[in-house]
């Protein structure tokens, strides 16, 4: 089955302890993005890839980390997380194919819910 | 970044169609428009997406204006299952999500 898998699911930490949110996508999709999801403050894209070795910021990168050092895995990196980065998070992947990447439909994963204390 | 405006939220009564609408007055012509949903508890999924010509397929048509400012998301009969956060989306390289518009479907 196509899926997108993030790991955990659930998390709760305590400031300053550096933590890793895997994501993983069977699809062999180039492109992949992050995103956190705020109540009031919808969706925004933290950081995206457009295939191995390829980052780049999104729209909150602040406080945030990531690599791609292989097509399927792009995990989300908080090196010292803070209470603002309490959120729910989301992964997701897409074909990419120059800047065909516009025609394409994302794959989310099921989100995994951080709370930072 | 083109920016789109959707109602806070829409009520519609089952199997009875619902239309759900996008301004989007800053449109490029490069930009496509992306319909995306998030259903409770889940992540968003994709919907449709078009640029110029109308849409249709299993999920929904797209109805998009002929200047392209405005267009509009049709479930052609609504069920308990379509009660979502509908997001329209105008999509280049990177991908902006609003706020969406909250769907309530009244049995």
């Known amino acids: 089955e196509a899926q997108v898998t993030q790991n955990p699911r659930y998390l709760i930490t305590v400031t300053g302890k550096k933590l890793t949110v895997t994501c993983s996508q069977n699809?062999?999709?180039?492109?992949m993005s992050w995103y956190r999801q705020d109540p009031g403050l919808g969706l925004r894209q933290i950081y995206y890839s457009m295939n191995v070795e390829v980052t780049d910021k999104g729209d909150v990168p602040e406080g945030y980390k990531v690599s791609r050092k292989e097509k399927r895995n792009f995990p989300l990196i908080l090196e010292s997380p803070s209470p603002n980065q309490t959120s729910l998070y989301f992964c997701?992947?897409?074909?990419?194919?120059?800047?065909?990447?516009?025609?394409?439909?994302?794959?989310f994963g099921p989100g995994t819910r951080l709370t930072v204390l | 970044d083109a920016k789109t405006t959707q109602p806070n939220s829409m009520e519609s009564n089952e199997e009875e169609p619902v239309h759900l609408p996008c301004n989007h007055s800053?449109?490029?012509?490069?930009?496509?428009i992306h319909w995306y949903r998030q259903l409770p508890s889940q992540g968003p999924e994709y919907v449709i997406h078009?640029?110029?010509s109308n849409v249709n397929n299993r999920m929904a048509s797209l109805a998009i204006a002929e200047d392209r400012k405005s267009s509009t998301l049709i479930l052609h009969r609504a069920t308990l299952r379509d009660a979502a956060v509908y997001y329209c989306?105008?999509?280049?390289?990177?991908?902006?999500f609003g706020k969406g518009t909250r769907l309530h479907i009244l049995p």
């Open positions: 699809m062999n999709h180039e492109y």
């Open positions: 800053t449109i490029s012509g490069t930009d496509y």
């Open positions: 997701a992947s897409s074909l990419y194919v120059g800047s065909l990447t516009i025609y394409n439909e994302q794959f």
């Open positions: 989306i105008l999509k280049d390289d990177k991908i902006i």
């Open positions: 078009g640029l110029t």
